[in-house]
């Protein structure tokens, strides 16, 4: 079974440029998570998904983050303007249900310059 | 304060050593307690997962959780270099409810 596949895995871009991240979930997992990673920290919780309906995105600063999830399976998060910030590793994850155990994917590694 | 605390280390033992991983938590509304591993450039693995109270063992892992002080465990026995990695301790209130994860602890186990 393949597993959570994120791109891109790198990605160094300056201040104020958008950015976008790509998530493509385990096959019929139907919940998708984002999170956010900074170093040293645990991740945090950006959004979560029920096939395509965003359920619980109380943590996405909506300022500047939107994230999708066309037809409940691809996922891509957005930054637009990237701020100094917002240099972390962005982490998806997703799992069968949410009660299901979560599998992450390698994560983006996000420098903002 | 943090719902979850968790001693970032770095953490070194030698190889067969017995590491024990601990976490305290704020929340009393925590019944179900996790452990990650995440290697380097790596997103987390789930290693072990207990509901409530007691014990659960996993080949050398054991997990244990004591609800009254607060304070979770993850035991390590026979240490190996490939145990080498940050380990996550995460909890949550209700099952499929939002994750509160620890700052993680740096293991390194040398050969």
């Known amino acids: 079974e393949a597993g959570v596949v994120q791109s891109p895995r790198y990605k160094i871009i300056e201040k104020k440029q958008p950015v976008a991240f790509w998530c493509n979930p385990i096959s019929g997992h139907n919940t998708l998570y984002w999170y956010l990673q900074n170093l040293g920290q645990g991740p945090e919780l950006l959004i979560r998904?029920?096939?395509?309906?965003?359920?619980?995105d109380s943590q996405l600063p909506k300022d500047r983050f939107s994230a999708e999830r066309l037809k409940g399976v691809d996922s891509t998060l957005k930054i637009q303007p990237a701020e100094l910030g917002d240099s972390a590793v962005y982490l998806c994850a997703s799992s069968r249900s949410r009660t299901d155990t979560q599998y992450f994917g390698p994560g983006t590694r996000l420098t903002v310059l | 304060q943090k719902e979850v605390e968790q001693d970032p280390g770095p953490l070194s033992v030698p190889e067969g050593a017995i590491v024990s991983l601990n976490c305290t938590y704020s929340?009393?509304?925590?019944?179900?307690f996790m452990w990650y591993r995440q290697y380097s450039r790596k997103g987390p693995e789930l290693l072990m997962y207990?509901?409530?109270?007691g014990n659960k063992e996993d080949g050398r892992f054991t997990a244990q959780v004591d609800k009254s002080s607060k304070y979770i465990s993850l035991f390590i026995r026979d240490s190996q270099p490939s145990d080498s990695a940050t380990y996550l301790c995460?909890?949550?209130?209700?099952?499929?409810?939002?994750?509160?994860f620890g700052t993680g602890t740096s293991l390194t186990v040398i050969p």
């Open positions: 995460a909890m949550s209130a209700v099952t499929g409810n939002q994750f509160y």
């Open positions: 929340n009393s509304a925590f019944q179900y």
């Open positions: 207990t509901y409530s109270s």
């Open positions: 998904y029920e096939n395509e309906e965003a359920v619980d």
